[in-house]
C-alpha cells in the first residue's frame, strides 16, 4: 500500500529555506515590535545589592527597564515538571548563577536596547561560588527519579557477578560542559491583543510553551496562541521553556507593546541549558569467552542550586547488552552554575563510557571488538523481560564491518602508520530511546479542488517533520505528495508532544496517519452512498483509493476522485484524529571511524566514519542520511573540540562565543558513509519506524577515541581529545 | 568579594568584532572588562550624546531603498530590521558563524562586521536576490538536490558563501571547497551535502 513512504522525497520546505523565504521566529512581521535585550549577571551567587536604572531609563528610546522590583510577579507550576524550569528571575534579588537575568531593557530599536543594557549599573553582595564539579565529588547526593529514569536500578546480583568474571575493568571517565549552539539563537516576540497573547517562539515544543506561558501570566490556555513554523536547529536547547520566553511576555503586557527578545549568542551560555559535566566509574567484567557477568556504572553529573533533574540517563548500560547483573546510579552535585538540560542525545554521555570500557576489555580479553558486542547481544529488553520489537544490531555491526573493512583492521595499537602519522581504527555501538510520548494529534481538511490540507501541532527542527508528514499524508488519504500541505507549529492545530527525545516521528505519524485514513475511509463512504457517483452501492471495503481517485479494487477504469466527491458534498470534508498512545522503541546501529593523529602535534584529523542503523523503517532515505551524517559530525565536536570552559573561582563561562568554542567546520569533516537496515518494527504504530534523530549522535564519540587509542596507545578518559591530552 | 559591580556586557573580551566595529555600542562594551576598578561609574561617554540618523541609499538585489540609520546600525540589522529583507540571518552577532553572509560588489561579506552607512553605493546581494524570478541559481537548485541543509537557519549565508566559492573558482576538489567553505558553520552537520551541492552548481555554472 505504501507508495510514497519510504521514498527519498526532497523537502517539501526547501525552497523556501534556499530563498530566504522561510519565516523563523524573529522574522515574523509585527508591526511596532519594540526590542529586548537582557542585563545579565556578573557573580554566581549572592545577592543583588544595588541597582541603578536611572541612566538606562533616561537613554534614547527605552520604553522600560524591568528589574526583580519592577518585573510583575510571574507564577511556576509548583514542584519541578521536566521541560519547565521552575527558577525565574527577576522575582527576587537572589542571584544563583553568573549569566541570570537581572536586568530586562525594552527599547525603540535594538541599538537603542543594547545601549541601555550596558547602562544599567548592578551591585552584589556576592559569595564564593562552587562551579567545578570534580573538587565537589564528595557532595553528591542520590536525587529522586527524573521523567522515566530511575535514580537507581539494580538486576541480578552484582556481586555474584563480580566473582563469575574472569577479566574486569574499573575505570573513571569524564566528560565536560556543552552548549547546543543551535544557529538561531532562542527567540521570543510577545504580541498582546486585549487579553490574547501571541507568542512566536523558536521552540521545540509549542504546546508546552503556551501552558507554561498561560500559566506564568495567569491567562487561560485558550488565550494564547503559539506559532513555530520554522525552528534554526534545536537540539534540546529549544525544548525546556526557558525565562527569557515568560519575562518577555511579561514585559509587552506592561509597555503595552509587541516586544521581540533575541537572545545573544553569549546569552544563551547561561540562559537555555547545557550538557552537563559528569564523571563517571563504570566496572565492566566477563568471562575469557567475552560473555559480560556484571556491571556498575556510577554517573555524577552537575545540576544547578534551584534543579535537580538528570538528564545524562544510563540507558545504554542497562539495555544494550545481555549484562544479567547490573547496576547503575545517577548521582547529582549542586553547583552556582546554569541548570543543565538534555542535548542532541543525552544518553551519548554515559554510552560513550560504556562503548570506550568495552574496547578496553577487548584489549584486555584480547577479543575483536565487533565480536566482543555480537557476543553480548540481546533480543530481549532485560529492565523490561520484554523482546524488543525489532532488533537488527547483529546485522548493523557485520554489515558495518564490511563497508568498512574491518577485517584488514591490525588490533595492535600504534601498528597502522603511513606518511601522514598514527592511524586507528575504533567501533562503538550507536543506541537511543525512540520511542514516543503519548498525545499527539492531526486535522485533515479535504477541499473541493481535492487538495488536502493536514495540520499538527508538532515542530519541524530541522529533522524533516513537513517531508516525512506530507509522504504520511500522501500515503494515508492515497493522493500524490503535491495535493498535500501539511502545516504545523501552531498551538491552533490539533495537538503534539515536544520534538525531542527523538520523538517526532512516533508521536506525530500515528495521528497524521490515523486523521488522513479515517478522511479516506469518510470520502470512500460518502461515494458508495452517492447515488451520482460511479461507485454507488459498492462495498465501501473493496475500494481503492490511489492517485487521488476512488475505484473497486482490480477496477481501475470506473473511478470516482477525491475533487468530485468534496464538489458534491458541496463543502470542506474535515477530519480530526484521536490523540495517539505513547510508544516505546529502542534503535541502534554500528559506527566504525579512522582517525589519523600527528604524532608530534597531537592532533587529530577524522579520516572517516562509517554508521549502519535500525531506526525500523526508514520513511525518508534523504532526510534519515542527513540526520545520521549531521550525528557524527556532532559527535566530531564532542569528542574532539567542544569544551565550555566555566572558570572555577567566578563560575563563569570563559568561552560563550563560536570563536572559542568550537563547532566543527566544514574543513573538519570527512566523508561519513551511511546505510540503514531498513527492516520494519512490527511493533511501532508510526507506520513500523522508530525515532530515530539521536541515536547516530551517539557510539561516534567512543568510535573516535576508541580509535585514538589504536592510533596512539593511549587511553584518554577525559573529553574532549585535545592535541594537550595527546601530547 | 563584596560588591563588584559591572557594567553589563554582551561580551566577555575583546574579539575579533572589536577590531572592526569601531564606535557604537559594541565597542564600549567590549572595552569595559579592560577598564580599572570595573567601569560602573565611568561617564556615559558616546552614549549620552544623541545620535543623528544618517539619510542613505543601500542598493540590495538592484532596487535601491532610502533608509534613515544611525551611524552604528550593522548591515545585517539593516538588512532585517530597516529592510524587512529577513532571509540574512543573525546567528551570533560578530562575525563567527557566517549566517549572515552576503555578497557588497561580488565579495563575501559577513553583514554583522559592517555598518549600513559604509555601503552606500555598493551592490549588495542577499539570498533573496539569488535566484532569477520562479528560477533557482543552480546553486540552490544544488542545495535542494543535495539535501544541503536541514533545519535551513545557515542555508541564506551557506548559499552565498557558495555563489562567491563558484565565482571565485575554488572549487577545483573537494578539499579546496571544504577549505573555502569552512567559514560558515552548519551546526545541523550538512558539510559533505554542502559540498557536493557547490561541485554539482561549479559544473553546472562552468557548461
Known amino acids: 500500500m505504501s507508495k510514497v513512504v519510504g521514498k527519498p522525497l526532497r523537502r517539501v520546505d526547501a525552497r523556501a529555506k534556499v530563498t530566504g523565504a522561510a519565516q523563523y521566529a524573529a522574522d515574523a512581521r509585527v508591526p511596532g515590535a519594540a526590542h529586548g535585550f537582557l542585563v545579565m549577571s556578573t557573580v554566581a551567587r549572592g545577592r543583588i545589592s544595588r541597582i541603578d536604572v536611572r541612566a538606562a531609563e533616561a537613554a534614547p528610546g527605552v520604553l522600560a527597564v524591568l528589574t526583580h522590583r519592577t518585573m510583575p510577579r510571574l507564577r511556576t507550576p509548583p514542584g519541578e515538571v521536566p521541560y519547565f524550569k521552575s527558577f525565574v528571575p527577576l522575582q527576587d534579588d537572589r542571584i544563583h548563577h553568573a549569566g541570570q537575568p537581572v536586568a530586562l531593557v525594552v527599547a525603540g530599536t535594538l541599538e537603542q536596547a543594547q545601549e541601555a543594557a550596558t547602562l544599567v549599573e548592578v551591585r552584589y553582595d556576592s559569595e564564593r561560588p562552587r562551579a567545578a564539579l570534580l573538587d565537589a565529588l564528595d557532595e553528591a547526593y542520590v536525587p529522586p527519579d527524573s521523567h522515566d529514569e530511575p535514580s537507581e536500578y539494580t538486576r541480578g546480583d552484582v556481586a555474584a557477578g563480580r566473582e563469575q568474571a574472569e577479566v574486569t575493568v574499573d575505570v573513571t571517565y569524564t566528560t565536560v560542559t556543552q552548549h547546543h549552539n543551535p544557529m538561531e539563537p532562542s527567540v521570543t516576540l510577545a504580541v498582546w491583543d486585549g487579553a490574547d497573547l501571541t507568542v512566536h517562539e523558536s521552540a521545540q515544543g509549542i504546546g508546552f510553551t503556551r501552558s507554561t506561558l498561560a500559566e506564568a501570566l495567569d491567562v487561560p490556555p485558550r488565550n494564547v496562541r503559539v506559532l513555530s513554523p520554522y525552528l534554526g536547529g534545536g537540539f534540546g536547547g529549544k525544548g525546556p521553556v526557558w525565562p527569557h520566553t515568560l519575562l518577555t511576555a511579561a514585559a509587552a503586557r506592561e509597555v503595552g507593546r509587541p516586544v521581540k527578545l533575541v537572545l545573544s549568542r553569549a546569552h544563551t551560555y547561561s540562559s537555555t541549558g547545557h550538557r552537563a559535566e559528569t564523571h563517571q566509574r563504570l566496572a565492566l567484567g566477563a568471562r575469557r569467552d567475552g560473555r559480560l557477568t556484571f556491571a556498575e556504572h556510577t554517573t555524577t553529573e552537575q545540576v544547578s542550586r534551584t534543579e535537580q533533574s538528570l538528564h545524562a540517563a544510563n540507558k545504554a548500560t542497562r539495555l544494550l547488552y545481555g549484562i544479567p547483573n547490573l547496576r547503575t546510579v545517577q548521582r547529582a552535585v549542586r553547583l552556582d552554575l546554569p541548570t543543565g538540560s538534555f542535548m542532541r542525545s543525552p544518553e551519548a554521555t554515559t554510552s560513550h563510557v560504556l562503548e570506550c570500557a568495552l574496547d578496553e576489555l577487548s584489549c584486555e580479553l584480547g577479543v575483536d571488538p565487533v565480536e566482543l558486542r555480537l557476543r553480548n547481544d540481546t533480543r530481549v529488553d532485560l529492565v523490561t523481560g520484554e523482546p524488543f520489537g525489532s532488533r537488527y544490531l547483529a546485522e548493523c555491526f557485520r554489515r558495518g564491518a564490511e563497508l568498512f573493512g574491518w577485517d584488514r583492521r591490525d588490533p595492535e595499537p600504534r601498528s597502522m602508520r603511513d606518511e601522514d602519522g598514527l592511524v586507528g581504527w575504533g567501533v562503538a555501538a550507536a543506541a537511543h530511546t525512540g520511542g514516543g510520548f503519548p498525545g499527539g494529534a492531526a486535522r485533515v481538511t479535504l477541499s473541493e479542488d481535492g487538495t488536502a490540507l493536514v495540520q499538527s501541532g508538532t515542530q519541524d527542527i530541522g529533522t524533516g517533520t513537513y517531508t516525512v508528514m506530507t509522504q504520511v499524508s500522501a500515503d494515508g488519504l492515497g493522493v500524490p505528495t503535491d495535493a498535500v500541505r501539511f502545516e504545523l507549529g501552531d498551538t491552533r492545530f490539533p495537538g503534539a508532544p515536544l520534538s525531542a527525545g527523538s520523538a517526532t516521528v512516533p508521536c506525530t505519524v500515528p495521528g497524521v496517519f490515523a486523521a488522513c485514513a479515517t478522511a479516506r475511509d469518510t470520502v470512500v463512504g460518502m461515494a458508495v452512498r452517492d447515488p451520482e457517483s460511479p461507485l454507488h452501492g459498492r462495498d465501501p471495503g473493496r475500494i481503492t483509493v490511489r492517485d487521488g481517485r476512488l475505484f473497486v479494487t482490480g477496477d481501475p477504469g470506473r473511478y470516482d476522485t477525491y475533487r468530485a466527491v468534496v464538489r458534491r458534498h458541496g463543502e470542506p470534508v474535515v477530519v480530526n484524529s484521536p490523540p495517539q498512545d505513547s510508544f516505546s522503541g529502542y534503535s541502534t546501529g554500528a559506527v566504525f571511524a579512522e582517525v589519523c593523529v600527528h604524532p608530534r602535534l597531537g592532533t587529530v584529523r577524522v579520516r572517516r566514519v562509517t554508521g549502519v542503523f535500525d531506526p525500523g523503517t526508514v520513511l525518508n532515505h534523504r532526510t534519515a542520511r542527513s540526520q545520521a551524517i549531521g550525528g557524527a559530525i556532532w559527535n566530531i565536536g564532542f569528542t574532539l573540540t567542544e569544551h565550555t570552559l566555566i572558570d572555577a573561582h567566578a563560575g563563569r563561562v570563559v568561552n560563550p562565543n563560536l570563536s572559542g568554542y568550537l563547532v566543527p567546520v566544514n574543513a573538519d569533516v570527512p566523508r561519513v558513509e551511511v546505510e540503514f537496515i531498513d527492516k520494519p518494527d512490527p511493533t511501532s504504530p508510526a507506520l513500523n519506524a522508530r525515532g530515530f534523530g539521536e541515536t547516530p549522535s551517539t557510539g561516534v564519540t567512543a568510535a573516535l577515541a576508541n580509535a585514538v587509542y589504536h592510533a596512539t596507545g593511549r587511553r584518554i578518559r577525559e573529553l574532549p581529545l585535545t592535541p594537550d591530552k595527546l601530547l | ?207
Open chain 2, 1 to 207: 568579594m563584596s560588591e563588584p559591580s559591572q557594567h553589563a556586557a554582551e561580551d566577555s573580551g575583546p574579539g575579533r568584532r572589536s577590531v572592526l566595529k569601531a564606535g557604537g555600542v559594541s565597542a564600549a562594551a567590549v572595552m569595559m572588562p579592560l577598564a580599572p576598578g570595573g567601569a560602573a561609574h565611568a561617564a556615559p561617554g558616546p552614549s549620552a550624546a544623541p545620535r543623528a540618523a544618517a539619510d542613505i541609499a543601500l542598493r540590495v538585489n538592484g532596487e535601491t531603498h532610502r533608509v534613515a540609520v544611525e551611524a552604528r546600525v550593522t548591515l545585517l540589522d539593516a538588512l532585517r530590521e530597516r529592510l524587512r529583507l529577513t532571509g540574512t540571518k543573525k546567528g551570533c552577532d560578530r562575525g563567527e558563524c557566517g549566517a549572515c553572509t552576503v555578497l557588497v560588489d561580488g565579495r563575501r561579506v559577513k553583514s554583522c562586521l559592517t555598518l549600513a552607512v559604509m555601503q552606500e553605493d555598493r551592490e549588495i546581494t542577499t539570498v533573496e536576490g539569488v535566484a532569477r524570478g520562479e528560477r533557482l541559481h543552480p546553486v540552490q537548485e544544488a542545495f535542494v538536490a543535495r539535501d544541503a541543509f536541514q533545519c535551513g537557519f545557515c542555508t541564506p549565508g551557506q548559499i552565498m558563501s557558495a555563489v562567491a566559492c563558484v565565482e571565485e573558482g575554488h572549487t577545483g576538489s573537494r578539499d579546496e571547497i571544504r577549505e573555502w567553505m569552512s567559514g560558515n558553520l552548519c551546526r545541523c552537520g550538512c558539510y559533505p551535502n554542502i559540498v557536493d551541492a557547490v561541485r554539482d552548481a561549479a559544473r553546472e555554472v562552468r557548461r
